[in-house]
């Protein structure tokens, strides 16, 4: 019983020290080798890279459309999120209890695949939508670049909403509905309750979503990857990428990664900072739900206009893009059912069925033969029902 007592003791310490190390590895061999430089063919400790990357322009370009696509990508996440969170949660939208759930399917999704689908809707030359807009009502829509920092913060935007959403749910659903009646019954505007009563006790839910966001975002690669290095824009994942190509680069893009490590450690004690000195809670006592808040018609126009907005610019256009791009043999810009083929399905069924093939013999040649999806201990066994031809090796 001790033993295993001992045991039940030392496994959660034994995880912290292994999680710790994981961490640190990685983190101590970036900042030693933000230290070193080369002279003479030998390494020795100096700040050079260090003064070597403040002096660079990239370095400045790079940051500059970071923190912009960072900050904008927050705000317009935490305005976006906390409105879908807010008319799902707080007012009687028509099927609302439906949208609880669609609102979250952005989450579910690869902000990459959100980029590459766009490109497929407003590429300048073979866009779907800016063909369309062209073609059938003769509108230009080239000003919307998707090759840009503004079409980064928008992909960004749209699949970074779900996180704050999901952050402002529970306030909302749990806050005591008699500040906000207390405020309307001594005169107080719906918005003058919003701004000085909801907003305040949700934020220290909010903070952290922004953190996150603003965090996860400023570091993502694959977006700035596919929208913003085609044209030559830089960020800093994409700029740490190039400088990790060149051997020359590898203690500059180190001390890029250092300086991006301190900004983000600044930023979290700063926001914990602030929500220390402040105090977010209520009185004890019975809690009374909140009612719904009925909507006019305009406003339940509005609040459905904003749900297709992103729910058809996260989930529905993107999925709609793919799906017209799997079917065609080369993409122009337009779909014609004429031209609808499978070979694109066709393509990767072979190429599963080639990996399959090859799974299938390495394990023979490694096992004696044995079929790899046949069973130890079973004495007759079962075998993969697919198309899998037999090969020479496995006679």
């Known amino acids: 019983m001790d033993d295993k007592g001992g045991w039940a003791q030392r496994l959660p310490a034994a995880g912290v020290a292994i999680g710790a190390a994981l961490i640190a590895a990685p983190l101590l061999a970036t900042a030693v080798r933000s230290l070193l430089v080369w002279t003479g063919g030998w390494p020795h400790l100096s700040l050079g890279n260090y003064t070597n990357l403040f002096g660079d322009p990239r370095f400045v370009s790079a940051a500059v459309n970071t923190l912009i696509s960072g900050v904008c990508t927050t705000v317009l996440s935490l305005i976006l999120g906390f409105s879908l969170a807010f008319l799902v949660c707080r007012t009687d939208m028509p099927g609302r209890r439906w949208l609880e759930t669609v609102n979250l399917v952005p989450f579910f999704l690869s902000p990459y695949v959100g980029a590459i689908s766009w490109i497929y809707l407003l590429a300048p030359h073979g866009g779907l939508l800016t063909g369309l807009a062209r073609n059938s009502f003769g509108i230009s829509l080239e000003w919307l670049n998707i090759y840009s920092v503004p079409g980064v913060i928008f992909v960004l935007t749209l699949f970074y909403t779900p996180y704050v ?211 130890k201990h079973s004495k007759r066994g079962w075998k993969w029902s697919g198309a899998l031809p037999r090969n020479s090796a496995s006679r």
């Open 165 to 375: 959403y999901l952050f402002a749910i529970p306030p909302l659903r749990e806050t005591d509905a008699a500040f906000e009646d207390t405020a309307r019954v001594h005169g107080a505007s719906f918005w003058y309750a919003i701004r000085h009563i909801t907003l305040p006790l949700a934020m220290p839910a909010l903070l952290p979503a922004a953190l996150i966001v603003f965090v996860t975002s400023a570091g993502l690669f694959d977006v700035p990857m596919a929208l913003a290095a085609p044209r030559g824009i830089r960020l800093i994942p994409t700029e740490i990428f190039a400088m990790v190509q060149n051997r020359s680069d590898l203690g500059k893009a180190a001390a890029f990664g250092m300086v991006v490590l301190a900004v983000t450690v600044l930023v979290t004690l700063w926001q914990r900072r602030f929500l220390a000195r402040r105090r977010f809670g209520t009185t004890a006592g019975k809690r009374n739900r909140p009612s719904l808040i009925r909507l006019r018609l305009p406003a339940k126009l509005a609040a459905l206009t904003l749900e297709a907005v992103y729910i058809g610019g996260g989930v529905l256009l993107p999925l709609m893009a793919l799906l017209m791009v799997s079917f065609s043999k080369l993409w122009t810009g337009r779909f014609l059912w004429q031209r609808a083929t499978t070979s694109n399905y066709e393509y990767i069924w072979l190429s599963l069925r080639y990996l399959l093939r090859s799974v299938n013999r390495e394990w023979r040649l490694g096992n004696g033969g044995r079929h790899p999806w046949t069973t």
